[in-house]
């Protein structure tokens, strides 16, 4: 059996399923390329949902990472972090001027805007309107928004206040906007 083989066999052991991968163990990259557990290279045309988007350790970044876990790996919400004060600056100046939620993924920033929307429009407007066809994350608040029946099914009461529109239809949006309505979140269809 590969190595490959035996990672995958320990994945149907051992990880839940919730994601399709790819049958290859990545274990290495530079630059544009990566590499496998069996030595194969490959041109890395997907920059992991934005994540690797400077390419595969690029060598300033694993600098500035090496420099920083010599000195702290942890500082907790308690304390300030001189590091995350000069990039809420940095990311308020290069985006709009406002203040910034640092979070652990995608899905945690799409619960912070459902949160944010609501506390806004509390307690009058709360209904938030989606898209079919999107996909906005795999926690219950996120699962709601997300207007495909396969990331809803199995896990019912979802949460309330989304009504969906079809994709691409402005007019169709439009027309589910109530007095209730506080948002409109589009991100991404798939
Ligand atoms: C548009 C969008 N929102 C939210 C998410 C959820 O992000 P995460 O998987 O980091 O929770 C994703 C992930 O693919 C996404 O594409």
């Not at 052991?13 to 630059?31: A, D, E, F, N, S």
């Not at 590091?83 to 809420?88: G, I, R, S, T, W």
Request: positive net charge.
């Amino acid at each position: 059996m590969s190595r490959t083989e035996e990672v995958a066999k320990l994945y149907q052991q051992y990880v839940m399923p919730t994601y399709t991968r790819t049958g290859i163990v990545l274990v290495r990259g530079k630059g544009i390329k990566a590499y496998d557990i069996e030595g194969k290279e490959y041109l890395d045309f997907f920059p992991g949902w934005a994540v690797s988007g400077l390419g595969h350790c690029h060598p300033e970044v694993v600098s500035a990472i090496r420099e920083q876990v010599r000195k702290m790996l942890h500082v907790s919400n308690n304390y300030y972090n001189e590091l995350q004060a000069d990039l809420a600056r940095k990311i308020a100046e290069h985006s709009f001027d406002g203040k910034v939620f640092f979070c652990n993924s995608g899905a945690e920033a799409v619960e912070g805007a459902i949160k944010l929307a609501r506390k806004f429009g509390s307690p009058k407007r709360y209904e938030i309107i989606t898209l079919e066809k999107s996909f906005h994350g795999r926690t219950m608040a996120t699962i709601s928004a997300t207007a495909q029946p396969k990331y809803q099914e199995g896990f019912s009461p979802l949460l309330s206040g989304f009504t969906y529109a079809p994709f691409n239809e402005m007019d169709a949006v439009r027309a589910k906007i109530t007095e209730r309505t506080v948002a409109i979140m589009l991100i991404i269809s798939k």
